[in-house]
């Protein structure tokens, strides 16, 4: 299989791309048996990026993440299928993630080779969830997003995640100088960045927390940014994500939760961690 042309290890993601990563993240450390997500991908270097780091999260446990892809088309129905709907009773046991990148290969044989094994695996949907105890990422080509619903509609049905990339790559890394990665100073603060972050403290005493907590939340965000104040802002921006998952996924819901990530990646970029 080819792989992403750039470093990934040196690449950084842009604010957006690590809100994407974290909810990738989120949602693979959430699934406690079979689940599973589609990614659709043009963009090498992010989903290189994210297989990585999840590589690396991963190695760090008994289960490892596994990214085995056989090399000829064919295989995907000959080989690949029977160990997604057979696995061993290892395997089982470990519930090892599978990382399925199917969209880096071009040419008529692999795009046959992909639609007879997203079918067959259409097919076989009710064994998969029943033998399978793990998640499933399948990473597909952008261009053929638009074609899962009808060419596997159950399969599409019963997913957990979908997510389409973009260029979430910065192409130059920015080298932050030490003093903004860990500031040995508060930059000059304002009476009114101040009382922002007052205010958070305050109604992050309460037990009980309502909307106006997010609006406050966001401002002392901001204030603690904008001062190089990146740990309180990262501990903001957390206190944002906590707040915004147990609500219902409606529309205003799922904004805030996609500012509160987006906050939690800016943070990590200031601070240096990606």
């Given at each position: 299989?080819?792989?992403?042309?750039?470093?990934?290890?040196?690449?950084?993601?842009?604010?957006?791309?690590?809100?994407?990563?974290?909810?990738?993240?989120?949602?693979?450390?959430?699934?406690?048996?079979?689940?599973?997500?589609?990614?659709?991908?043009?963009?090498?270097?992010?989903?290189?990026?994210?297989?990585?780091?999840?590589?690396?999260?991963?190695r760090a446990r008994v289960t490892k993440l596994?990214?085995?892809?056989?090399?000829?088309?064919?295989?995907?129905?000959?080989?690949?299928?029977?160990?997604?709907?057979?696995?061993?009773?290892?395997?089982?046991?470990?519930?090892?993630?599978?990382?399925?990148?199917?969209?880096?290969?071009?040419?008529?044989?692999?795009?046959?080779?992909?639609?007879?094994?997203?079918?067959?695996?259409?097919?076989?949907?009710?064994?998969?969830?029943?033998?399978?105890?793990?998640?499933?990422?399948?990473?597909?080509?952008?261009?053929?997003?638009?074609?899962?619903?009808?060419?596997?509609?159950?399969?599409?049905?019963?997913?957990?995640?979908?997510?389409?990339?973009?260029?979430?790559?910065?192409?130059?890394?920015?080298?932050?100088?030490?003093?903004?990665?860990?500031?040995?100073?508060?930059?000059?603060?304002?009476?009114?960045?101040?009382?922002?972050?007052?205010?958070?403290?305050?109604?992050?005493?309460?037990?009980?927390?309502?909307?106006?907590?997010?609006?406050?939340?966001?401002?002392?965000?901001?204030?603690?940014?904008?001062?190089?104040?990146?740990?309180?802002?990262?501990?903001?921006?957390?206190?944002?994500?906590?707040?915004?998952?147990?609500?219902?996924?409606?529309?205003?819901?799922?904004?805030?939760?996609?500012?509160?990530?987006?906050?939690?990646?800016?943070?990590?970029?200031?601070?240096g961690q990606w």
């Amino acid at each position: 299989m080819k792989t992403a042309s750039a470093d990934s290890r040196k690449a950084r993601l842009t604010p957006e791309g690590e809100a994407h990563w974290l909810r990738l993240k989120q949602h693979l450390e959430w699934s406690e048996t079979f689940s599973l997500g589609f990614i659709f991908s043009s963009h090498p270097e992010v989903v290189e990026i994210f297989k990585e780091r999840l590589a690396a999260i991963y190695r760090a446990r008994v289960t490892k993440l596994n990214t085995s892809l056989p090399s000829l088309p064919e295989e995907l129905t000959t080989t690949l299928l029977p160990l997604l709907l057979n696995p061993s009773e290892n395997k089982v046991q470990l519930k090892q993630p599978f990382w399925l990148d199917l969209s880096t290969e071009s040419g008529t044989d692999w795009q046959r080779a992909r639609v007879s094994f997203l079918i067959r695996l259409n097919e076989q949907r009710e064994s998969l969830r029943r033998t399978l105890h793990s998640p499933v990422i399948l990473i597909l080509p952008q261009k053929e997003r638009y074609d899962i619903k009808t060419l596997v509609p159950d399969l599409w049905a019963i997913r957990d995640f979908s997510m389409e990339t973009e260029q979430w790559v910065k192409e130059s890394p920015l080298q932050l100088p030490s003093d903004h990665q860990a500031p040995s100073r508060i930059l000059s603060q304002t009476p009114q960045d101040k009382s922002m972050i007052k205010e958070w403290e305050r109604l992050m005493k309460r037990e009980r927390k309502d909307q106006g907590f997010l609006f406050a939340a966001q401002r002392a965000f901001k204030a603690a940014m904008k001062t190089g104040q990146y740990e309180l802002a990262a501990s903001i921006a957390k206190s944002q994500y906590d707040f915004c998952i147990p609500k219902k996924e409606t529309p205003e819901a799922l904004r805030d939760l996609s500012v509160s990530l987006d906050n939690v990646g800016k943070t990590a970029q200031a601070m240096g961690q990606w």
